[in-house]
């Protein structure tokens, strides 16, 4: 039984080799060529289709400038500027974010050098010393002893990418180098809604504790006219035991309140990349700004979205592997040289 081999080659080799009747050196030029530029196996990558309205129904006209602004700016506050500003030089998961990307950038050039020649070098000294027990006298006078010998050795290497699989292997660091970036806006667009967040939280706990201490402060007064009425007989011992349990119950709100406070400080404190402490204020929560929130915003928001565009670079690398792997049924073509000298002196 006879084994058939079926090689499906690309189609610019093919168009060459239908045209075999041009001279030869048509012929050499056009392989010349074809070696030099290559094609790349395996998928092109296409962006899959999603059935999405360009628009809301009633899609304000300055959303989308809106979602690129600072829009923490817009509150008016100038602490809570600072505190961002601070977060995003200080905070630990921001520096391991950008540390991420540069280690992702150190790949995608690692993985680009394949795509030029590669030079090598390399040098050895050695001293070899033989024992003389038992050697005649004549070969010991011949051959050296100790002997010395030095070698340099340059060498040069270039792959041939033929069907592409350095360049698919590149398009696919260069995929994860934009993922892990995108990973890095992530993490930037929720230090500073969570330092904006815990600092409003914050400033609203400060007003409850301003409430409540007002409040307590109340209760003790009308619990000391009580106490007097009672003495007069004015009123009776139910009433003031009223008074005084309305008043019980206001002194139970202040610790909670200061102890919601200093977990809240602490948490800005862990987002800001510094030890537990004291918050600075700014303006109260009835001096703030609102921000001017559009009642809707157009659905192609969604294609800036970090975590949206991480998740399509991964498909990118993923789909550029796949050319990378195939690319390996081939033969591969590296044109190598080396050159050096060895000598005793």
């Known amino acids: 039984a006879g084994t058939t081999v079926v090689l499906r080659v690309p189609s610019p080799i093919s168009v060459l080799v239908s045209r075999m009747k041009r001279p030869p050196r048509a012929h050499l030029a056009a392989i010349a060529a074809i070696a030099l530029s290559g094609c790349m196996v395996g998928p092109d990558y296409q962006r899959p289709a999603v059935d999405a309205p360009a628009a809301f129904v009633y899609a304000a006209k300055d959303a989308a400038d809106t979602a690129n602004t600072q829009w923490w700016r817009q509150f008016g506050d100038p602490v809570l500027d600072t505190l961002i500003a601070e977060a995003l030089a200080q905070n630990l998961n921001v520096k391991e974010a950008a540390a991420n990307v540069e280690a992702a950038v150190g790949v995608l050039t690692q993985t680009r050098s394949g795509l030029f020649p590669q030079v090598g070098y390399g040098a ?114 139910m009433q003031v035991s009223q008074v005084q349990s309305q008043y019980e119950t206001a002194a139970v709100q202040v610790p909670q309140i200061e102890s919601q406070i200093a977990q809240t400080e602490n948490a800005i404190n862990v987002l800001l990349g510094r030890n537990p402490g004291p918050v600075p204020r700014g303006k109260s929560v009835h001096d703030l700004v609102l921000p001017k929130v559009p009642a809707g915003v157009p659905s192609e928001l969604l294609t800036r979205r970090p975590d949206l565009l991480q998740a399509e670079n991964q498909l990118i690398a993923a789909n550029a592997q796949i050319g990378a792997a195939k690319a390996l049924y081939f033969p591969t073509i590296a044109l190598t040289g080396s050159g050096g000298s060895a000598s005793a002196a």
Not at 141 to 165: F, H, I, K
Not at 184 to 209: F, P
Request: glycine share 6%; proline share 3%; no cysteine.
């Open 124 to 237: 050895t000294a050695a001293r070899q010393r033989s024992t003389e027990a038992g050697a005649a006298p004549e070969l010991a006078r011949l051959v050296p002893n100790p002997q010395n010998s030095y070698e340099a050795l340059l060498t040069v290497s270039w792959e041939v990418d033929l069907w592409g699989r350095i360049r698919r292997l590149s398009e696919s660091a260069r995929a994860n180098a934009l993922a892990t970036d995108e990973a890095r806006r992530g993490v930037i667009l929720s230090l500073v809604a969570s330092v904006a967040g815990n600092y409003l939280t914050l400033r609203g706990l400060d007003e409850q504790l301003a409430v409540s201490k007002s409040t307590l402060a109340a209760y003790g007064e009308s619990l000391r006219l009580y106490q007097l009425q009672l003495q007069y007989g004015q009123v009776s011992q």
